[in-house]
Nanobody
Framework: QVQLVESGGGLVQAGDSLRLSCAAS????????MGWFRQAPGKERELVAA???????KYADSVKGRFTISRDNAKNTVYLQMNSLKPEDTAVYYC?????????????????WGQGTQVTVSS
């Protein structure tokens, strides 16, 4: 069983930056692929970024060049650095995990989820 706890969300203005963190329990974090997803009101949950156990990454087209996913296996933590935020980035952001060596992109591919953290970007 893996428990995930997100932090770092908040209210910012367009153009600002935020860094989300997701702390994972367990001793085999390095074997897990991790993902960041987001869900806006009335919309489906969508991939933001994913990182494989080996460090390969995948990004949604809408965030390429602005967001960076990274992981620190020594701290059992995955990060999402978000720069040049836009109002359309407003959503609840979720961290997800599963064992595997790919940067999985679909929500149903993940086994464990955090509780989510709200990101609100004002114009």
């Amino acid at each position: 069983q893996v428990q995930l706890v997100e932090s770092g969300g908040g209210l910012v203005q367009a153009g600002d930056s935020l860094r989300l963190s997701c702390a994972a329990s367990g001793r085999t974090f390095s074997n897990y692929a991790m993902g960041w997803f987001r869900q806006a009101p009335g919309k489906e949950r969508e991939l933001v970024a994913a990182i494989s156990s080996g460090g390969s990454t995948k990004y949604a087209d809408s965030v390429k060049g602005r967001f960076t996913i990274s992981r620190d296996n020594a701290k059992n933590t995955v990060y999402l650095q978000m720069n040049s935020l836009k109002p359309e980035d407003t959503a609840v952001y979720y961290c997800a995990a599963r064992r595997g060596s790919y940067a999985y992109s679909r929500p149903r591919e993940y086994d464990y989820w955090g509780q989510g953290t709200q990101v609100t970007v004002s114009s």
